[in-house]
């Protein structure tokens, strides 16, 4: 069963233009997201973007941008009370180390 | 050697920047190392996991140790890797060491051990970590053109959101391939020619992924509900009786909800939001403590306490249930943050509510 998360939410954005078919966001996509027709990529399946920002960092020809970050409730609340940048309690820091 | 040694990473701290070899080897019985070839940087490592390794796995599973549970950054080499062998990325959280070794048996192979902080791939390379930077860095502390006589290296998938596979090109001539999701794909994946199907290159989370996750979040919920628990006896001892086992269960069901139902079944209960699906169970939840307590009928705790009860567990599971999408793998930083605007402020709101009515119910007679 595939799972589905909101709609209409994910900040992913492909510019044709720049794009040159390489194929490597297709590849590093986990969630299918992506689909190289003629030549092009293009989004297909948007709402399952999980904004991990792993094609955007691929993509040679910076030809997708994605706000990437931790999709995670509890980073975001510790993030805000603590004046933070969200950041995943499976973090090593929390040893008290450096 | 023996072939009785293991590594033990120094304790703690992630801060020395040197980049060396962390570790000095002794001698005992967990034969992770199974013996030392020649350079001394390069560890021999079985494809075999030890009842050691499987025990360690659980333990960080219930995040015992977690946090330190770690390899020490370099290359290993796996059976009789020669300079022809393929190069395998990964973490140096030990799980993730392992997950890849095991799946290893009958190859001759490298594995590069990035130093992510002890943390896996994935998390690992959303901060960073098992990044461009590191991966560099790492090529030339380890010396692996002297090692292999390539340039290929392969990484896991999820290692992409930190890792410019062009970046690293640039930097060290060595082209990174992008490998299976799954380390239980590599062999195919190798025998293949390096090519993954699309059913590699998906991200799955099915029930079994669930439930290994469940126990590191009834884990940390410990602290909070002690405090919750030390409350509740306070306000006990104020007057006597006001607080009982109806709480107790009631709390610990509501958690229970949240923290395993919900992800069990998560995607079988209707609707999208994580904080929404945790609700709904502990809706029920709810209505099912307070029928077990007589409702319809007046329960013996009175209808205040009985609505107080309607209002305050859903919203316990749905913030239990919300914290899951940390654990997920396909919610959104956008999604999570809609999500939130709308859930923190409604479970707050029917939380300070429903405690006002409990404590009103215990505390003021005749109401």
């Known amino acids: ?98 | 050697m023996d072939g009785n040694s293991r590594i033990e990473s120094r304790q703690g701290c992630c801060c020395e920047g040197s980049g060396a070899p962390l570790d000095v080897i002794l001698p005992s019985d967990d034969d992770l190392i199974s013996s030392i070839i020649s350079s001394p940087r390069i560890q021999k490592v079985s494809a075999e996991l030890t009842i050691h390794d499987k025990i360690g796995t659980w333990k960080a599973r219930w995040g015992i140790n977690r946090m330190n549970y770690k390899v020490s950054p370099g290359v290993y080499s796996i059976g009789e890797a020669d300079n022809m062998s393929p190069v395998l990325v990964t973490a140096n959280y030990k799980m993730s060491f392992d997950l890849l070794r095991k799946e290893l048996s009958g190859l001759n192979a490298w594995i590069l051990v990035l130093d992510t902080k002890g943390i896996n791939v994935w998390c690992a390379a959303g901060k960073g970590t098992f990044g461009t930077d590191e991966l560099v860095r790492r090529i030339s502390i380890v010396n692996l053109s002297r090692i292999v006589s390539h340039k290929t290296l392969i990484l896991p998938q999820l290692g992409a959101s930190g890792v410019s596979a062009h970046e690293v090109q640039k930097r060290s001539g060595f082209k990174v391939v992008f490998g299976p999701v799954r380390a239980s794909d590599i062999q195919d994946f190798l025998k293949a020619g390096m090519k993954a199907t699309p059913e590699m290159r998906k991200v799955r989370f099915n029930m079994y992924d669930r439930l290994v996750l469940t126990p590191i979040e009834l884990v940390g919920t410990f602290k909070v509900s002690l405090i919750i628990f030390g409350v509740l006896f306070m306000l006990n001892l104020l007057k006597a009786g006001s607080f009982g086992i109806v709480d107790f269960y009631g709390y610990a069901g509501a958690l229970l909800v949240g923290c395993v139902l919900v992800p069990i079944l998560l995607p079988w209960i209707p609707g999208k939001a994580f904080a929404w699906k945790g609700w709904l169970v502990g809706f029920l939840w709810a209505g099912y403590v307070n029928v077990l307590n007589g409702w319809p009928l007046e329960p013996e705790y009175g209808l205040l306490r009985a609505l107080a009860y309607m209002l305050i567990l859903p919203s316990i599971s749905a913030f239990y249930a919300m914290n899951f999408t940390g654990s997920s793998t396909y919610t959104s930083f956008s999604g999570v943050i809609k999500e939130m605007k709308t859930a923190v402020p409604a479970i707050i709101g029917s939380i300070a509510i429903g405690t006002v009515l409990i404590l009103l119910a215990a505390f003021v007679p005749n109401i």
Do not use: R
Not at chain 1, 4 to 29: M, S
């Open chain 1, 1 to 98: 069963m595939k799972h589905k998360y909101l709609k209409n939410v994910v900040t992913l954005k492909l510019d044709e233009e720049k794009c040159k078919g390489c194929g490597i966001c297709a590849i590093v996509c986990p969630h299918e997201v992506f689909l190289i027709k003629e030549d092009k990529a293009v989004i297909t399946d948007k709402d399952s973007c999980m904004e991990c920002g792993a094609c955007a960092k691929n993509c040679p020809f910076s030809a997708i941008e994605v706000k990437s970050g931790v999709g995670c409730a509890y980073a975001i609340i510790i993030g805000k009370l603590t004046g933070t940048e969200p950041n995943c309690g499976c973090s090593g820091d929390a040893n008290g180390c450096c």
